[in-house]
């Protein structure tokens, strides 16, 4: 293998210097500090100290004499800044000031660094926006006032925090260097004794830049960058950029040659460049790469997988062949990526949603269905809070509920997730989740295995929550749980599960940044799309472009010439190469094939060897099979039971429609999922309607219908209907929202009914009401059936009208005349189109059946959106189209004909050598 740069160096180190005790050494990172501690001790032949190694961030602290703090801290820090600053009566609260405060810092970080005039700048930036602001007026809106107010505050803001945190001794990345360069002079002196390298740079801010020269014309110091001389040549070549602008500006280049630039570039590589459709596939692929690598070399030594987009850490790590026996990672597993992130974001949407000790049925569902919440509840338990919500159609549910339902053992986790955030001050709050994290400790340690993996996530929680515990104790901030929520999702981005392991041995997976200065004979480099290797346009700044341009602060170019040079580097040395990039990308995460791949294939050096392939899965061709379930013994006896108790029209027509369906829920007695109805479903606005009918219309059987009696009713419509909500939609709220529009609906149905009836009564027509929801159920014989078979059904109405008996389904749904009229009587056991008919056939069958009369009857449905239409009636033609005679009266005859398609039709079920298919819906 090619000689990797920090060997290169530490031979340097070694050859030039006779101790290494006064030697200080800086690297971009501390995994980079690690391998040259490696390097330089296979170098040594003897006992002696060993040189100091830091990293960049580390030796800027110590320059400074100020301690670097976390992002959460410094916008603590400046949150009380802005309350001084600003009169109270326009004070936000923290979630809404952190918004904007973050990106703030991000420009205070880049003006630091870049030792830009924060005045200067600032005032810059203030008159813009007023030349900016959308208005000639001379009188300018409030609105306009505040945001030409908040532009001249930004350098305030900047001033007063600048001065906080030098009183407290810490600050952020860009205060640290300000604070530095004061120091430089200063630690330089102090320092004469000692050698100070500084390896494997690229991209350096101007605070770095002045440290750097600084060293080098009054200490003994040297650089050595870590560069192909192939792009210092190439004047476009990106990787190269900010290299050949310190050969151009620094005035120790006038004397000094550049130390060391590689030649390896250009030398001979094999490179893969591969599409992959999706992320999980390149996991995958890359799965497959190793297995087939290890089984070529017999291990994984000097190959490096590292992740342009590190959300694939999961899928990558999941994707890992067997023989993979060892694997060192640097990239950490981001908290909101672990299980528990998902169950505390629940438990803290419970405590933002409550309701007057109420909480929303969806998130308690969301709650319960978490696996974590397993740990906290017994199975039993969550399954009968589940059923209580649906069975009780509950949209809240209230403390007290929950509490009865939950064992007593089981109270204490119940009292840590379900509280009342208008009695409990943020702190009680995060005391109960750490609490929590206690409890779930419990329940893993006491698992018959130890699961470790869980205890370390419950840990970093742990900590994370005494982390927000300290800091609102020190600076009282969160005052509410929406800024809690909000702090604690932007903690779980920064905050990651560091894995342990051994950076000098077997496979090597981190991310782009981690692989800084790191030199492996084979690379396998995923996500490689627009967007992600380079990250694209991103502009969180409050500076435009222009300014940015103008004071020298870096714009997307300088970003890209960065992703540029660490793709490039981790190519220089490497022997065999794997460029894999998703064919499919995702909206928002990056877009077409990287600029990188089609410049490696442009640049067509004599030596690389390309191979680009487009990597899809192997699909196996299915032929769609229907469903076909055979019958037996057992479920013709199944059938046989059903027979007895009696077949419904719509489950015969059900299995007209599909015999699956008719299987699954007539035999298998597999209902639909029952759900709480938030909104009011179509099923119950009808059973309400329906019910309100019969109760209204029930005192009336036996009678005619008077316009006196349309009159009474029409009065009772309200009432009759509130209880019917009350009692059909039980839980739910329908005085808001699309609920009380379901309500107003059901009353409109109901009084549009009794209108339609005013206007048949107006026409002449003489109505008796016989009887409502009136229940039938028929015996049928079949030759060859030995067995009880029924027909059962509800018929809605049965009214008398000029000495006709009607029979009327009520529908709240939609249907047309078309819909009930028939050409050929096996038209309704063939399509199940014709299902209204075959219905109303089989209530007019089993009303003859019953009474056994001579008169003449109708069969019919009135639909509630179809009013104009009257009753639609059952119809039989002579033939389609045009110039059909139609019959409306259902003679014996109509009867005998659709007693013979019922009971070919009843048959047929029995039939054992005809299976259930399925058909195509």
Request: charged fraction near 25%; hydrophobic fraction near 40%; proline fraction near 2%.
């Given at each position: 293998?090619?000689?990797?740069?920090?060997?290169?160096?530490?031979?340097?180190?070694?050859?030039?210097?006779?101790?290494?005790?006064?030697?200080?050494?800086?690297?971009?990172?501390?995994?980079?500090?690690?391998?040259?501690?490696?390097?330089?001790?296979?170098?040594?032949?003897?006992?002696?100290?060993?040189?100091?190694?830091?990293?960049?961030?580390?030796?800027?602290?110590?320059?400074?004499?100020?301690k670097?703090?976390?992002?959460?801290?410094?916008?603590?820090?400046?949150?009380?800044?802005?309350?001084?600053?600003?009169?109270?009566?326009?004070?936000?609260?923290?979630?809404?000031?952190?918004?904007?405060?973050?990106?703030?810092?991000?420009?205070?970080?880049?003006?630091?660094?870049?030792?830009?005039?924060?005045?200067?700048?600032?005032?810059?930036?203030?008159?813009?926006?007023?030349?900016?602001?959308?208005?000639?007026?001379?009188?300018?809106?409030?609105?306009?006032k505040?945001?030409?107010?908040?532009?001249?505050?930004?350098?305030?803001?900047?001033?007063?925090?600048?001065?906080?945190?030098k009183?407290?001794?810490?600050?952020?990345?860009?205060?640290?260097?300000?604070?530095?360069?004061?120091?430089?002079?200063?630690?330089?002196?102090?320092n004469?004794?000692?050698k100070?390298?500084?390896?494997?740079?690229?991209?350096?801010?101007?605070?770095?830049?002045?440290?750097?020269?600084?060293?080098?014309?009054?200490?003994?110091?040297?650089?050595?960058?870590d560069?192909?001389?192939?792009?210092?040549?190439?004047?476009?070549?990106?990787?190269?950029?900010?290299?050949?602008?310190?050969?151009?500006?620094?005035?120790?280049?006038?004397?000094?040659?550049?130390?060391y630039?590689?030649?390896?570039?250009l030398?001979?590589?094999?490179?893969?460049?591969?599409?992959?459709?999706?992320?999980?596939?390149?996991?995958?692929?890359?799965?497959?790469?190793?297995?087939?690598?290890?089984?070529?070399?017999?291990?994984?030594?000097?190959?490096?997988?590292?992740?342009?987009?590190?959300?694939?850490?999961?899928p990558?790590?999941?994707?890992?062949?067997?023989?993979?026996?060892?694997?060192?990672?640097?990239?950490?597993?981001?908290?909101?990526?672990?299980?528990?992130?998902?169950?505390?974001?629940?438990?803290?949407?419970?405590?933002?949603?409550?309701?007057?000790?109420k909480?929303?049925?969806?998130?308690?569902?969301?709650?319960?269905?978490?696996?974590?919440?397993?740990?906290l509840?017994?199975?039993?338990?969550?399954?009968?809070?589940?059923?209580?919500i649906?069975?009780?159609?509950?949209?809240?549910?209230?403390?007290?509920?929950?509490?009865?339902l939950?064992?007593?053992?089981?109270?204490?986790?119940?009292?840590?997730?379900?509280?009342?955030?208008?009695?409990?001050?943020?702190?009680?709050?995060?005391?109960?989740?750490?609490?929590?994290?206690?409890?779930?400790?419990?329940?893993?340690?006491?698992?018959?295995?130890?699961?470790?993996?869980?205890?370390e996530?419950?840990?970093?929680?742990?900590?994370?929550?005494?982390?927000?515990?300290?800091?609102?104790?020190?600076?009282?901030?969160?005052?509410?749980?929406?800024?809690?929520?909000?702090?604690?999702?932007?903690?779980?981005?920064?905050?990651?599960?560091?894995f342990?392991?051994?950076?000098?041995?077997?496979?090597?997976?981190?991310?782009?940044?981690?692989?800084?200065?790191?030199d492996?004979?084979?690379?396998?480099?995923?996500?490689?799309?627009?967007?992600?290797?380079?990250?694209?346009?991103?502009?969180?700044?409050?500076?435009?472009?222009?300014?940015?341009?103008?004071?020298?602060?870096?714009?997307?170019?300088?970003?890209?010439?960065?992703?540029?040079?660490?793709?490039?580097?981790?190519?220089?040395?490497?022997?065999?190469?794997?460029?894999?990039?998703?064919?499919?990308?995702?909206?928002?995460?990056?877009?077409?094939?990287?600029?990188?791949?089609?410049?490696?294939?442009?640049?067509?050096?004599?030596k690389?060897?390309?191979?680009?392939?487009?990597?899809?899965?192997?699909?196996?061709?299915?032929?769609?099979?229907?469903?076909?379930?055979?019958?037996?013994?057992?479920?013709?006896?199944?059938?046989?039971?059903?027979?007895?108790?009696?077949?419904?029209?719509?489950?015969?027509?059900?299995y007209?429609r599909?015999?699956?369906d008719?299987?699954?829920?007539?035999?298998?007695?597999?209902?639909?999922?029952e759900?709480?109805?938030?909104?009011?479903a179509?099923?119950t606005?009808?059973?309400?309607?329906?019910?309100?009918?019969?109760?209204?219309?029930?005192?009336?059987?036996?009678?005619?219908?008077?316009?006196?009696?349309?009159?009474?009713?029409?009065?009772?419509?309200?009432?009759?209907?509130?209880?019917?909500?009350?009692?059909?939609?039980?839980?739910?709220?329908?005085?808001?929202?699309?609920?009380?529009?379901?309500?107003?609906?059901?009353?409109?149905?109901?009084?549009?009914?009794?209108?339609f009836?005013?206007t048949?009564?107006?026409?002449?027509?003489?109505?008796?009401?016989?009887?409502?929801?009136?229940?039938?159920?028929?015996?049928?014989?079949?030759?060859?059936?030995?067995?009880?078979?029924?027909?059962?059904?509800?018929?809605?109405?049965?009214?008398?009208?000029d000495?006709?008996?009607?029979?009327?389904?009520?529908?709240?749904?939609?249907?047309?005349?078309?819909d009930?009229?028939?050409?050929?009587?096996?038209?309704?056991?063939?399509?199940?189109?014709?299902s209204?008919?075959?219905?109303?056939?089989?209530?007019?069958?089993?009303?003859?059946?019953?009474?056994?009369?001579?008169?003449?009857?109708?069969?019919?449905?009135?639909?509630?959106?179809?009013?104009?239409?009257?009753?639609?009636?059952?119809?039989k033609k002579?033939?389609?189209?045009?110039?059909?005679?139609?019959?409306h009266?259902?003679?014996?005859?109509f009867?005998?004909?659709?007693e013979?398609?019922?009971?070919?039709?009843?048959?047929?079920?029995?039939?054992?050598?005809?299976?259930?298919?399925?058909?195509?819906?």
């Amino acid at each position: 293998m090619v000689k990797s740069f920090i060997a290169e160096i530490a031979s340097e180190i070694i050859n030039t210097n006779t101790t290494l005790e006064n030697v200080v050494c800086i690297l971009p990172s501390k995994r980079a500090g690690t391998f040259l501690k490696n390097e330089l001790l296979a170098r040594t032949s003897k006992t002696q100290f060993s040189p100091e190694i830091t990293s960049i961030e580390n030796f800027i602290e110590e320059l400074a004499s100020i301690k670097l703090s976390s992002n959460l801290t410094v916008l603590f820090e400046f949150y009380e800044v802005y309350k001084q600053l600003q009169p109270i009566e326009e004070h936000e609260n923290f979630y809404t000031f952190s918004k904007w405060a973050q990106i703030a810092l991000q420009d205070f970080n880049e003006i630091d660094r870049y030792l830009i005039d924060s005045e200067k700048i600032f005032g810059y930036l203030s008159s813009i926006k007023e030349l900016n602001h959308w208005t000639l007026d001379k009188e300018k809106t409030v609105l306009q006032k505040q945001y030409l107010k908040f532009w001249d505050q930004l350098g305030a803001y900047y001033e007063a925090l600048h001065n906080r945190l030098k009183k407290n001794q810490i600050g952020y990345q860009g205060f640290v260097y300000r604070e530095a360069i004061e120091n430089l002079e200063h630690f330089i002196q102090n320092n004469l004794q000692k050698k100070f390298y500084f390896i494997g740079f690229n991209a350096l801010n101007n605070a770095e830049s002045l440290i750097f020269q600084e060293f080098l014309s009054t200490a003994e110091t040297e650089v050595f960058w870590d560069i192909d001389q192939s792009f210092i040549d190439n004047k476009e070549h990106d990787a190269g950029l900010f290299i050949r602008r310190y050969l151009k500006t620094w005035k120790h280049f006038n004397n000094h040659p550049l130390k060391y630039p590689s030649s390896h570039f250009l030398e001979e590589k094999n490179i893969s460049i591969i599409g992959v459709p999706k992320n999980i596939g390149q996991a995958n692929y890359v799965g497959g790469i190793l297995e087939n690598l290890h089984n070529t070399q017999g291990h994984l030594k000097s190959t490096a997988v590292v992740m342009g987009n590190e959300s694939l850490l999961t899928p990558i790590l999941n994707a890992l062949p067997a023989s993979v026996t060892e694997a060192n990672i640097t990239s950490g597993l981001p908290l909101e990526e672990t299980p528990i992130a998902s169950f505390f974001y629940s438990v803290l949407n419970i405590i933002e949603k409550e309701d007057g000790a109420k909480w929303y049925f969806k998130d308690v569902l969301n709650l319960f269905s978490n696996a974590i919440t397993r740990h906290l509840f017994k199975d039993e338990n969550i399954e009968k809070t589940t059923s209580f919500i649906h069975q009780q159609n509950l949209v809240y549910i209230s403390s007290d509920q929950l509490y009865d339902l939950i064992s007593e053992e089981e109270h204490q986790a119940l009292s840590n997730i379900f509280i009342s955030k208008s009695t409990s001050s943020i702190d009680k709050v995060i005391n109960k989740l750490t609490d929590l994290c206690l409890i779930l400790k419990k329940s893993y340690t006491e698992l018959e295995e130890r699961n470790t993996i869980y205890l370390e996530y419950l840990y970093r929680f742990y900590a994370l929550f005494n982390q927000l515990k300290v800091l609102n104790k020190d600076y009282n901030t969160i005052n509410d749980i929406r800024s809690l929520k909000g702090i604690y999702n932007e903690l779980l981005v920064k905050e990651s599960i560091d894995f342990q392991g051994e950076p000098l041995q077997g496979l090597q997976i981190m991310g782009v940044l981690e692989s800084r200065n790191l030199d492996f004979e084979t690379v396998i480099i995923s996500s490689v799309n627009e967007g992600i290797l380079p990250s694209g346009k991103s502009n969180n700044s409050f500076l435009p472009f222009d300014i940015k341009v103008a004071f020298g602060l870096p714009t997307y170019k300088e970003k890209d010439a960065i992703y540029t040079y660490h793709f490039y580097r981790l190519l220089q040395r490497a022997k065999n190469v794997y460029l894999l990039y998703n064919t499919e990308p995702d909206v928002l995460e990056g877009g077409e094939k990287s600029r990188f791949l089609l410049q490696l294939a442009l640049l067509g050096q004599e030596k690389h060897h390309i191979n680009e392939v487009i990597a899809s899965p192997l699909v196996e061709k299915k032929s769609l099979k229907l469903l076909e379930i055979k019958k037996n013994n057992l479920l013709i006896d199944d059938l046989k039971a059903v027979a007895a108790k009696g077949f419904s029209p719509s489950s015969l027509t059900n299995y007209v429609r599909n015999p699956i369906d008719f299987y699954n829920q007539t035999i298998l007695g597999i209902k639909e999922l029952e759900e709480v109805e938030e909104t009011v479903a179509a099923n119950t606005l009808g059973t309400i309607v329906h019910n309100t009918l019969e109760t209204l219309y029930k005192p009336l059987e036996g009678s005619y219908l008077t316009l006196a009696h349309l009159e009474s009713m029409e009065k009772e419509i309200d009432g009759t209907i509130t209880a019917f909500f009350d009692k059909e939609y039980k839980g739910g709220d329908y005085s808001r929202g699309k609920n009380l529009i379901s309500y107003h609906i059901a009353k409109r149905y109901v009084a549009n009914f009794i209108a339609f009836e005013k206007t048949r009564l107006a026409s002449g027509q003489q109505i008796k009401i016989l009887a409502n929801e009136i229940y039938f159920k028929t015996a049928i014989t079949i030759d060859g059936l030995n067995f009880p078979i029924h027909l059962k059904g509800i018929v809605d109405r049965v009214e008398e009208v000029d000495g006709v008996i009607n029979i009327i389904d009520y529908k709240t749904g939609k249907v047309t005349q078309r819909d009930l009229e028939i050409v050929e009587w096996s038209n309704l056991t063939d399509d199940y189109k014709y299902s209204k008919a075959f219905q109303v056939l089989c209530y007019a069958y089993m009303m003859s059946k019953k009474n056994g009369d001579a008169k003449e009857m109708q069969a019919g449905i009135i639909s509630f959106k179809n009013l104009n239409e009257g009753v639609l009636k059952f119809t039989k033609k002579d033939k389609p189209g045009r110039g059909a005679v139609k019959q409306h009266l259902i003679t014996s005859e109509f009867l005998t004909a659709f007693e013979i398609q019922l009971k070919a039709l009843i048959i047929e079920l029995f039939n054992e050598e005809e299976s259930f298919l399925e058909k195509e819906v």
